[in-house]
């Protein structure tokens, strides 16, 4: 489902979604196809978000595109 679909039948709250299909660019994802899981209470959109997953996320729906900060893996110091 386009994201701009999910705007329709959920305005103005967060929902809770699969990321289907993304493109990266320049360390950001941009999510253009998702799989609503179902809308999220303002209340409880922090709490799912630290819970979420692999491709699950949290978004609110008055942002026109769900893009998303990459952050590379920062290696680990270990002493031998």
């Known amino acids: 489902m386009k994201w701009q679909e999910v705007q329709q039948i959920f305005p103005n709250q967060f929902v809770k979604f ?5 493109e990266e660019k320049d360390n950001q994802e941009f999510i253009d196809d998702v799989a609503v899981i179902g809308p999220v209470s303002d209340e409880e959109a922090t ?3 630290l819970n ?3 491709k699950t996320l949290i ?3 008055s942002k026109d595109r769900v893009i998303v900060k990459v952050r590379k893996n920062v290696g680990l110091r270990r002493y031998l």
């Open 18 to 22: 699969e990321i289907l299909h993304s």
């Open 47 to 49: 709490k799912e978000l």
């Open 52 to 54: 979420s997953k692999d």
């Open 59 to 61: 978004y609110h729906t």
